[in-house]
């Protein structure tokens, strides 16, 4: 699974350049990718016992959504941001032709 949404992701950065909804795709898969990559590497620690490991899983759950959240927030604030600069740049120099 961490390998497709890393497609996804180099997909989304590179072949479509973070642009529209693709940003959006772009941050929730990059929390995927940390989330599975992190994982498998509690899978692989030995002498933890189940109930541990569980917590340690759900937690992790959490904060990769969490960062998913707030990157795609930050990703569509800065997007919109962006907009409104170049929209004012390309208005105010159609003024001066």
Do not use: D, K
């Not at 590179?14 to 529209?20: E, K, N, T, V, Y």
């Amino acid at each position: 699974m961490s390998v497709y949404a890393a497609g996804l992701v180099i997909l989304t950065w590179r072949g479509f350049h973070l642009r529209g909804t693709w940003r959006l795709i772009f941050a929730f898969a990059l929390a995927v990718v940390i989330y599975f990559n992190i994982l498998a590497l509690s899978v692989q620690i030995p002498g933890v016992c189940g109930e541990i490991r569980f917590l340690f899983q759900a937690a992790l759950l959490t904060a990769a959504l969490s960062i998913g959240i707030l990157a795609a927030r930050r990703f569509t604030e800065r997007a919109a941001a962006l907009a409104s600069i170049e929209q004012n740049t390309s208005s105010t120099s159609a003024l001066r032709h």
